[in-house]
Protein backbone atom coordinates (compact mmCIF):
# COMPACT_ATOMS: atom_id res chain seq x y z
CA UNK A 1 0.00 0.00 0.00
CA UNK A 2 1.43 3.43 -1.10
CA UNK A 3 1.54 5.84 2.09
CA UNK A 4 -0.29 8.19 -0.04
CA UNK A 5 -3.29 7.51 -2.21
CA UNK A 6 -4.86 9.94 -5.00
CA UNK A 7 -7.06 8.95 -7.80
CA UNK A 8 -5.64 9.46 -10.89
CA UNK A 9 -9.11 10.38 -12.84
CA UNK A 10 -9.25 11.82 -15.53
CA UNK A 11 -12.24 14.26 -14.14
CA UNK A 12 -14.27 16.20 -16.27
CA UNK A 13 -16.91 19.17 -15.36
CA UNK A 14 -18.53 21.28 -16.80
CA UNK A 15 -17.74 25.41 -16.22
CA UNK A 16 -18.78 26.45 -12.68
CA UNK A 17 -19.00 22.89 -10.92
CA UNK A 18 -18.05 22.53 -7.60
CA UNK A 19 -14.76 20.51 -7.56
CA UNK A 20 -13.62 17.76 -4.66
CA UNK A 21 -10.17 16.15 -5.06
CA UNK A 22 -9.02 13.98 -2.37
CA UNK A 23 -6.17 12.38 -1.07
CA UNK A 24 -6.08 9.45 1.66
CA UNK A 25 -2.65 8.31 3.78
CA UNK A 26 -1.61 5.57 5.92
CA UNK A 27 1.01 7.67 8.30
CA UNK A 28 -0.61 9.06 11.04
CA UNK A 29 2.57 11.23 11.86
CA UNK A 30 1.75 13.79 8.70
CA UNK A 31 0.98 16.86 10.31
CA UNK A 32 1.95 19.24 7.11
CA UNK A 33 -0.52 18.89 4.06
CA UNK A 34 -0.16 20.89 0.66
CA UNK A 35 -1.56 21.13 -2.86
CA UNK A 36 0.45 21.66 -5.96
CA UNK A 37 -1.19 22.46 -9.09
CA UNK A 38 0.41 21.25 -12.30
CA UNK A 39 -0.51 22.77 -15.53
CA UNK A 40 0.87 20.86 -19.23
CA UNK A 41 4.44 20.84 -19.57
CA UNK A 42 4.94 23.16 -16.79
CA UNK A 43 6.57 22.30 -12.65
CA UNK A 44 3.84 22.02 -9.96
CA UNK A 45 2.94 25.03 -8.41
CA UNK A 46 2.04 25.20 -4.30
CA UNK A 47 -1.99 26.32 -4.13
CA UNK A 48 -2.35 25.73 -0.60
CA UNK A 49 -0.83 24.90 2.50
CA UNK A 50 -2.22 23.41 5.86
CA UNK A 51 -0.92 22.20 9.30
CA UNK A 52 -3.05 19.59 11.26
CA UNK A 53 -6.68 19.22 10.71
CA UNK A 54 -8.88 22.24 10.12
CA UNK A 55 -10.10 23.71 6.78
CA UNK A 56 -8.21 26.96 5.09
CA UNK A 57 -10.04 28.52 2.53
CA UNK A 58 -8.10 31.36 -0.39
CA UNK A 59 -10.97 32.75 -3.13
CA UNK A 60 -12.26 29.80 -4.37
CA UNK A 61 -9.93 27.39 -2.91
CA UNK A 62 -10.86 25.30 0.43
CA UNK A 63 -8.42 22.77 1.91
CA UNK A 64 -9.74 20.47 4.56
CA UNK A 65 -7.30 18.17 6.68
CA UNK A 66 -9.31 15.49 8.30
CA UNK A 67 -6.32 13.41 10.77
CA UNK A 68 -8.83 10.87 12.10
CA UNK A 69 -9.34 9.50 8.68
CA UNK A 70 -6.38 10.21 7.25
CA UNK A 71 -8.16 12.55 4.37
CA UNK A 72 -7.46 15.58 2.54
CA UNK A 73 -9.81 17.67 0.29
CA UNK A 74 -9.34 19.99 -2.34
CA UNK A 75 -12.63 22.20 -3.45
CA UNK A 76 -12.46 24.44 -6.31
CA UNK A 77 -15.89 26.77 -6.57
CA UNK A 78 -17.52 28.10 -9.46
CA UNK A 79 -14.86 25.97 -11.61
CA UNK A 80 -13.39 28.21 -14.15
CA UNK A 81 -11.67 26.32 -17.68
CA UNK A 82 -8.15 27.73 -16.42
CA UNK A 83 -8.68 25.42 -13.69
CA UNK A 84 -7.88 22.67 -15.88
CA UNK A 85 -4.40 20.92 -14.80
CA UNK A 86 -3.05 18.17 -12.58
CA UNK A 87 -3.65 18.67 -9.19
CA UNK A 88 -1.05 16.87 -7.01
CA UNK A 89 -1.70 16.55 -2.85
CA UNK A 90 1.76 15.90 -0.85
CA UNK A 91 2.42 15.98 2.71
CA UNK A 92 5.43 15.20 4.97
CA UNK A 93 5.72 14.65 9.03
CA UNK A 94 8.49 17.82 9.50
CA UNK A 95 8.63 20.77 9.26
CA UNK A 96 12.78 21.00 9.22
CA UNK A 97 13.94 19.94 5.56
CA UNK A 98 10.26 20.02 4.72
CA UNK A 99 10.55 20.11 0.82
CA UNK A 100 12.56 16.94 -0.01
CA UNK A 101 10.32 14.98 2.87
CA UNK A 102 7.70 15.15 1.59
CA UNK A 103 5.17 12.42 0.02
CA UNK A 104 3.52 13.19 -3.16
CA UNK A 105 0.01 11.56 -4.70
CA UNK A 106 -0.12 10.76 -8.11
CA UNK A 107 -2.23 13.64 -9.40
CA UNK A 108 -5.49 13.91 -10.35
CA UNK A 109 -6.00 15.65 -14.02
CA UNK A 110 -8.74 18.03 -14.55
CA UNK A 111 -10.96 18.86 -17.33
CA UNK A 112 -13.43 22.09 -16.94
CA UNK A 113 -15.14 22.15 -20.11
CA UNK A 114 -16.52 25.81 -20.79
CA UNK B 1 11.80 37.85 -11.92
CA UNK B 2 12.92 34.80 -13.83
CA UNK B 3 11.53 31.98 -12.58
CA UNK B 4 13.97 28.86 -12.64
CA UNK B 5 14.55 27.72 -15.82
CA UNK B 6 15.75 24.22 -17.37
CA UNK B 7 17.59 22.44 -20.64
CA UNK B 8 17.06 21.24 -22.41
CA UNK B 9 12.97 21.14 -22.63
CA UNK B 10 13.33 17.75 -24.47
CA UNK B 11 15.56 15.00 -25.12
CA UNK B 12 15.98 12.31 -26.67
CA UNK B 13 18.72 9.40 -26.46
CA UNK B 14 19.54 6.44 -27.16
CA UNK B 15 20.51 3.55 -24.33
CA UNK B 16 23.78 3.40 -22.46
CA UNK B 17 24.46 7.25 -23.71
CA UNK B 18 25.14 9.99 -20.90
CA UNK B 19 23.09 12.85 -21.01
CA UNK B 20 23.41 16.08 -18.80
CA UNK B 21 20.23 18.14 -17.73
CA UNK B 22 20.86 21.82 -16.92
CA UNK B 23 18.62 24.17 -13.86
CA UNK B 24 18.88 27.96 -13.29
CA UNK B 25 17.30 28.93 -9.81
CA UNK B 26 15.62 31.87 -8.92
CA UNK B 27 18.59 34.19 -7.89
CA UNK B 28 19.20 34.25 -4.42
CA UNK B 29 17.52 30.61 -3.41
CA UNK B 30 19.87 28.66 -1.41
CA UNK B 31 18.05 25.41 -1.50
CA UNK B 32 17.58 23.75 -4.88
CA UNK B 33 16.09 20.22 -5.37
CA UNK B 34 15.75 17.72 -8.11
CA UNK B 35 12.79 15.33 -8.35
CA UNK B 36 11.36 12.88 -11.12
CA UNK B 37 8.66 12.63 -12.10
CA UNK B 38 7.46 9.07 -13.97
CA UNK B 39 4.52 8.18 -15.96
CA UNK B 40 2.12 6.59 -13.09
CA UNK B 41 4.38 7.67 -10.34
CA UNK B 42 3.81 10.15 -8.07
CA UNK B 43 7.04 12.42 -7.48
CA UNK B 44 10.65 11.12 -6.07
CA UNK B 45 13.24 13.28 -4.53
CA UNK B 46 16.39 12.74 -6.02
CA UNK B 47 19.15 14.97 -4.40
CA UNK B 48 19.45 18.74 -2.71
CA UNK B 49 21.60 21.10 -2.29
CA UNK B 50 22.34 23.97 0.47
CA UNK B 51 24.39 26.53 0.12
CA UNK B 52 27.69 25.28 0.81
CA UNK B 53 26.49 22.07 2.79
CA UNK B 54 27.23 18.44 1.66
CA UNK B 55 24.40 17.51 -0.90
CA UNK B 56 21.18 15.03 0.18
CA UNK B 57 21.89 12.55 -2.19
CA UNK B 58 19.97 9.37 -0.24
CA UNK B 59 17.21 10.32 -3.34
CA UNK B 60 19.53 9.02 -5.92
CA UNK B 61 18.01 5.58 -7.71
CA UNK B 62 21.81 4.41 -8.85
CA UNK B 63 25.17 5.15 -8.82
CA UNK B 64 24.78 6.13 -12.71
CA UNK B 65 22.99 9.55 -11.30
CA UNK B 66 24.96 12.68 -10.19
CA UNK B 67 24.79 16.17 -9.93
CA UNK B 68 26.92 19.26 -9.40
CA UNK B 69 26.00 22.65 -8.00
CA UNK B 70 28.30 25.56 -8.65
CA UNK B 71 27.80 27.55 -5.03
CA UNK B 72 24.45 28.74 -4.93
CA UNK B 73 23.71 29.08 -9.16
CA UNK B 74 23.58 26.90 -11.69
CA UNK B 75 22.88 22.46 -11.02
CA UNK B 76 23.58 20.34 -13.91
CA UNK B 77 22.03 16.65 -13.27
CA UNK B 78 24.09 13.68 -15.06
CA UNK B 79 22.33 10.54 -15.81
CA UNK B 80 24.87 7.58 -17.19
CA UNK B 81 24.58 4.92 -19.54
CA UNK B 82 20.77 5.74 -19.66
CA UNK B 83 18.26 3.19 -19.14
CA UNK B 84 14.64 2.95 -20.41
CA UNK B 85 13.40 3.19 -17.09
CA UNK B 86 15.20 6.67 -16.84
CA UNK B 87 12.39 8.07 -18.88
CA UNK B 88 10.64 10.39 -17.09
CA UNK B 89 10.04 14.42 -16.90
CA UNK B 90 13.35 15.57 -14.78
CA UNK B 91 12.31 18.85 -12.64
CA UNK B 92 14.71 21.32 -10.65
CA UNK B 93 13.08 23.21 -8.17
CA UNK B 94 14.62 25.89 -5.82
CA UNK B 95 13.68 27.68 -2.40
CA UNK B 96 14.93 30.31 -0.11
CA UNK B 97 15.81 27.74 2.60
CA UNK B 98 14.31 24.33 2.59
CA UNK B 99 11.23 24.71 4.47
CA UNK B 100 10.32 28.09 2.41
CA UNK B 101 8.31 27.08 -0.76
CA UNK B 102 9.98 25.64 -3.37
CA UNK B 103 9.41 26.85 -7.16
CA UNK B 104 9.34 24.40 -10.19
CA UNK B 105 11.33 25.30 -13.34
CA UNK B 106 8.83 23.58 -16.52
CA UNK B 107 11.19 20.62 -16.67
CA UNK B 108 13.01 18.68 -19.30
CA UNK B 109 11.33 15.10 -20.71
CA UNK B 110 13.87 12.79 -21.07
CA UNK B 111 13.10 9.81 -23.57
CA UNK B 112 15.23 7.44 -23.66
CA UNK B 113 15.01 5.03 -26.57
Known amino acids: QKEVEQDPGPLSVPEGAIVSLNCTYS??????FMWYRQYSRKGPELLMY??SSGNKEDGRFTAQVDKSSKYISLFIRDSQPSDSATYLC??????????????WGLGTSLAVNP | GAGVSQSPSNKVTEKGKDVELRCDPI?????LYWYRQRLGQGLEFLIY????????KSGLPSDRFSAERTGESVSTLTIQRTQQEDSAVYLCASSLASWDEQFFGPGTRLTVL
Open chain 2, 27 to 31: SGHTA
Open chain 1, 50 to 51: TY
Open chain 2, 49 to 56: FQGNSAPD
Open chain 1, 90 to 103: AMSKDNAGNNRKLI
Open chain 1, 27 to 32: NSAFQY
